[in-house]
């Protein structure tokens, strides 16, 4: 007996990739936590990124579990000093979409974010690679969460102290 096919619609995974962009631009940092199966990972290779695994290349942002709950955590106190008081962003989440491929589901889709700060303003353009799972209830949940910027350098100020 096989197993059962998972589906995900493109609908499914809009919903939830545009909740996630809503928790983000409001801050709400615990709600987007929760959106990440226990053990999820997050990364955030740097722009000169060429394909290397986890240990062979640099990388802005590379959090397993514990290391997300640990920014989280700082995020939302006063020893963020770069965000304290947090960012104004503004997510555009766009070409959205579903792939099912052998070892799960993948969503890709581009980004752009505008981030507001200390009088400046700064637009990061990039896209999403996520490997997600259906939880128990039928709840989309990252499991491994990827950001790639498209800038060939970022310009002066532009800070990753934020969520991409």
Same mark, same amino acid.
């Given at each position: 007996?096989? *197993?059962?096919?998972?589906?995900?619609?493109?609908?499914?995974?809009?919903?939830?990739?545009?909740?996630?962009?809503?928790?983000?631009?409001? =801050?709400?940092?615990?709600? =987007?936590? *929760?959106?990440?199966?226990?053990?999820?990972?997050?990364?955030?290779?740097?722009?000169?990124?060429?394909? =290397?695994?986890?240990?062979?290349?640099?990388?802005?942002?590379?959090?397993? =579990?514990?290391?997300?709950?640990?920014?989280?955590?700082?995020?939302?106190?006063?020893? *963020?000093?770069?965000?304290?008081?947090?960012?104004?962003?503004?997510?555009?989440?766009?070409?959205?979409?579903?792939?099912?491929?052998?070892?799960?589901?993948?969503?890709?889709?581009?980004?752009?974010?505008?981030?507001?700060?200390?009088?400046?303003?700064?637009?990061?353009?990039?896209?999403?690679?996520?490997?997600?799972?259906?939880?128990?209830?039928?709840?989309?949940?990252?499991?491994?969460?990827? *950001?790639?910027?498209?800038?060939?350098?970022?310009?002066?100020?532009?800070?990753?102290?934020?969520?991409?």
């Amino acid at each position: 007996m096989s *197993a059962p096919t998972v589906t995900v619609t493109r609908e499914q995974a809009e919903d939830f990739l545009y909740q996630e962009a809503m928790l983000l631009d409001e =801050w709400h940092l615990d709600a =987007w936590l *929760a959106l990440f199966e226990e053990g999820g990972t997050f990364e955030v290779p740097t722009t000169d990124y060429q394909g =290397w695994d986890r240990t062979g290349g640099g990388f802005f942002v590379l959090d397993d =579990w514990d290391l997300l709950k640990a920014r989280v955590k700082r995020l939302k106190s006063r020893k *963020a000093h770069a965000e304290n008081p947090h960012s104004r962003t503004h997510r555009m989440v766009t070409n959205v979409r579903v792939i099912r491929g052998k070892d799960g589901i993948e969503l890709k889709a581009n980004f752009l974010i505008n981030r507001f700060r200390d009088h400046t303003h700064h637009t990061y353009v990039g896209r999403y690679h996520h490997d997600v799972a259906l939880n128990e209830d039928g709840e989309l949940k990252f499991l491994h969460r990827r *950001a790639y910027l498209e800038h060939e350098l970022l310009e002066p100020g532009a800070r990753l102290s934020f969520i991409l």
